[in-house]
């Protein structure tokens, strides 16, 4: 099993350039997540997928777009990268069925950077 | 607004000796509560998962649980090198659902050799 798996590892854009970045899970979980992080601020909730088919917001949400493809794949979409967007991304997912089964597994991140 | 404070540290704790991380969340429906370790320049890997007051253990990891004054904490024994890393604490109002983990800064632990 890979586990969550995340491409690309690093990228660099330019301001106004578009990206997707790609994570698939193999552990048929229900519910798949993005989230940033940035020094100093902790691990912040982007979007998220509580199963196939749904997607909602979390707490920084814009300027991003998400799709569920299919139970395995979530990815995060960046329209038109900015300076701000300068982080690292990281994808995890969850069974989610009960309180016990609500462990989020995170994969190995994708580092970005917008000049 | 849910809220996850920690001291971010760093803690210096010698080694084979018990470090002590504290966590307090703003919201009393919280209901699922998490710690992870992060290594630098990699993802948060889960320590210990808790849902119900009081102590669970596993290994040398305690989880320690108090919903009525809001906190978690985790308590390292024998502390070793390894355990050198920053840890996260993070809760989620679920019971049984799916929504995301609101995170901690988290706390920079140093075991010194």
């Known amino acids: 099993n890979a586990g969550v798996t995340q491409t690309p590892k690093f990228q660099v854009l330019k301001t106004g350039q578009s990206m997707t970045l790609q994570c698939a899970q193999d552990m048929n979980h229900n519910s798949m997540y993005w989230y940033r992080q940035d020094p100093g601020m902790g691990l912040r909730l982007i979007y998220y997928?509580?199963?196939?088919?749904?997607?909602d917001k979390g707490e920084v949400p814009n300027g991003y777009n998400v799709s569920r493809l299919n139970k395995r794949e979530f990815s995060l979409r960046l329209e038109s990268a900015a300076p701000s967007q300068t982080s690292v991304y990281f994808c995890a997912s969850s069974e989610a069925l009960y309180a016990a089964s609500t462990t989020q597994y995170f994969g190995p991140g994708t580092r970005l950077l917008v000049l | 607004q849910k809220e996850v404070e920690q001291n971010s540290g760093p803690l210096s704790v010698p080694e084979g000796a018990i470090a002590s991380l504290n966590c307090t969340y703003s919201?009393?429906?919280?209901?699922?509560f998490f710690w992870y370790r992060q290594y630098s320049g990699k993802s948060p890997e889960l320590i210990m998962s808790?849902?119900?007051?009081g102590d669970k253990e596993d290994g040398r990891f305690t989880a320690q649980l108090n919903k009525a004054s809001q906190y978690v904490s985790l308590l390292i024994r024998d502390s070793q090198p390894s355990d050198s890393a920053t840890y996260l604490c993070a809760v989620t109002l679920t019971g049984g659902g799916a929504d995301g983990l609101t995170f901690g800064k988290g706390t920079h632990l140093i075991i010194q050799p």
């Open positions: 919201d009393r429906g919280s209901q699922s």
């Open positions: 808790i849902y119900s007051n």
């Open positions: 997928s509580a199963s196939e088919g749904t997607t």
